[in-house]
């Protein structure tokens, strides 16, 4: 048995993760802790507060009574909008506080975009302007080539959780670039799990999406190697 915890803030798409548990192997395990959102918007000073050392301390004494093995704080706006400096201080303080290995989705899309053989991305982010130019910022300076950029300009991450199939899809499709190895959906609260396959026919090429690398990126520091289909190049089959 493997078991990666998650910290999830308030509730969007958080029901990715039973969906992808089932689509793994049967011995992982996916427990997922909500923390408390505090405002819900995507505004560079709620993001920094939604990511407080405070708040991500609150979950971690219930993920160590699940058996987690690793940590990752599933969200990617409330970790990159520190910098890439502050984001890894944020892990730092969150594995000495869990006393396990810890991440964040934003250093999950660094690790993953190596780990499917991509040095360019287009990033199609639900994010106002602002906030994913710090996204942007954050994968350059983690060493990925960022060679388009979209933002839809939504605010909350409630709206965001309402997307379905057709608004993602076509996401992925707007913000794609003839010279991107693989394109990025940031968004821990859109929903993802249920469309990879079709998103890579799509666009023809690697797209990884926020729960997607957060599992994964748990997976990794756990030290388990996982499959599944319908979960992407990242998580596919080694030929």
Same mark, same amino acid.
């Given at each position: ?33 909500? $923390? ?54 944020? &892990?730092? $303080? ?59 300009? &939504? ?6 959780? $309402? ?77």
């Amino acid at each position: 048995m493997t078991t990666v915890g998650l910290l999830y803030p308030g509730h969007s798409a958080e029901d990715d993760y039973p969906r992808i548990e089932m689509l793994l192997d049967t011995d992982i395990r996916l427990p997922v802790v909500h $923390t408390d959102i505090g405002e819900d918007a995507h505004r560079v000073d709620a993001l920094l507060d939604m990511g407080s050392p405070e708040r991500l301390a609150a979950g971690v004494e219930e993920l160590r009574l699940s058996g987690a093995e690793s940590v990752v704080w599933a969200c990617t706006s409330g970790s990159f909008v520190r910098g890439r400096d502050g984001a890894h201080e944020q &892990i730092r $303080t969150l594995a000495l506080a869990a006393g396990l290995p810890a991440s964040s989705t934003s250093f999950a899309f660094a690790h993953a975009v190596r780990a499917v053989g991509a040095g360019r991305v287009a990033v199609a982010a639900t994010y106002p302007p602002d906030v994913a130019g710090y996204f942007c910022a954050f994968l350059k300076a983690t060493g990925t080539e960022v060679v388009a950029e979209r933002a839809e300009g &939504i605010v909350t991450a409630a709206e965001v959780g $309402t997307w379905g199939r057709d608004e993602v899809l076509a996401l992925a499709r707007a913000g794609d670039h003839p010279d991107a190895e693989a394109v990025l959906l940031p968004d821990t609260a859109l929903h993802t799990a249920a469309h990879l396959a079709e998103l890579e026919e799509a666009v023809g090429k690697p797209v990884l999406t926020a729960n997607q690398v957060t599992v994964w990126e748990g997976l990794r520091l756990a030290e388990r190697r996982a499959w599944g289909d319908g979960l992407g190049t990242l998580f596919a089959r080694p030929r």
